[in-house]
Nanobody, 129 residues
Framework: QVQLVESGGGLVQDGGSLRLSCVAS????????MGWFRQAPGKEREFVAA????????YYADSVKGRFTISRDNAKNTLYLQVNSLKPEDTAVYYC??????????????????????WGQGTQVTVSS
């Protein structure tokens, strides 16, 4: 059974930074692409960033490009999201997600929620103005 556990969220001021982590267990982490999504109050969950199995290829939503960085440490079974220059509109619950298959899809595949089968419980990020 695949388990994903996020951490690192919190309350920060406008312009602040956080590092979100997602520890995976239950299978060989390095075989699979991973993604980060977020859901703000009253809004649908949306794509934030994704990374291929090796970490070489990364993809971002336009709204976070240049401010957020996705990375992974396959030796530690851990996915990261460095979030910088935070804005109040970044306030949301952030989720990591994993597909059930070792796919090699690019941006359009990895940005789709339907491509993912396993989800963490989420970590809250709140940005005050």
């Amino acid at each position: 059974q695949v388990q994903l556990v996020e951490s690192g969220g919190g309350l920060v001021q406008d312009g602040g930074s956080l590092r979100l982590s997602c520890v995976a267990s239950g299978r060989t982490f390095s075989n699979y692409a991973m993604g980060w999504f977020r859901q703000a109050p009253g809004k649908e969950r949306e794509f934030v960033a994704a990374i291929n199995w090796s970490g070489v290829d990364t993809y971002y939503a336009d709204s976070v490009k240049g401010r957020f960085t996705i990375s992974r440490d396959n030796a530690k079974n851990t996915l990261y999201l460095q979030v910088n220059s935070l804005k109040p509109e970044d306030t949301a619950v952030y989720y990591c997600a994993a597909p059930s298959r070792a796919v090699t899809g690019g941006y359009y595949y990895l940005r789709a929620q339907s491509s993912y089968d396993y989800w963490g419980q989420g970590t809250q990020v709140t940005v005050s103005s």
